[in-house]
């Protein structure tokens, strides 16, 4: 802080020229000389110089928080061409995933296809074997009650 500047002889040449005694006139300077000395008071100057600092503060601040805002817009730029990269990816391998399912849902099918076909085809063998032996059994039964 820059002290406050007080002229002790004028201030005593004041006193004395208004009837104080010139021992007392020096008291009284001295005391308001030193009461100037002891007071933190900020001057005119120290008020500009104060404001002066603010400003180049707020300028600092201003370029950095620009600086900060740039940095974060690259930064989330980047981590969203990142993401559309992985999303791209992913889709990619959900595709490959579904065909490779599609393919085995239809190689399923036709082994269902297969199984059915060759079960059908059992099914008329059997039918045939059994009718077969029906045929067979009621021949025997009508030769032993008709016999010959």
Do not use: C, Y
């Not at 404001?51 to 740039?70: A, N, Q, Y």
């Not at 082994?111 to 021949?139: F, P, T, V």
């Amino acid at each position: 802080m820059a002290t406050v500047t007080f002229d002790t002889l004028k201030f005593v040449k004041t006193l004395k020229e208004a009837g104080i005694s010139e021992p007392q006139a020096e008291a009284f300077s001295t005391a308001v000389r030193e009461s100037h000395e002891a007071a933190d008071v900020a001057t005119k100057g120290d008020i500009t110089d104060l404001r002066h600092e603010m400003k180049e503060l707020e300028t600092g601040l201003r370029h950095e928080i620009k600086e900060l805002e740039t940095g974060l817009r690259h930064e989330i730029k980047e981590l969203e061409t990142n993401l559309r990269h992985e999303i791209g990816d992913l889709r990619h391998e959900v595709k490959e995933f579904e065909t490779g399912l599609r393919h085995e849902i239809g190689d399923l099918r036709h082994e269902m296809k297969e199984l059915d076909s060759r079960r059908q085809g059992e099914m008329l063998l059997l039918k045939w074997m059994l009718g077969i032996l029906i045929a067979g059994m009621a021949s025997l039964v009508l030769k032993a009650f008709f016999g010959a």
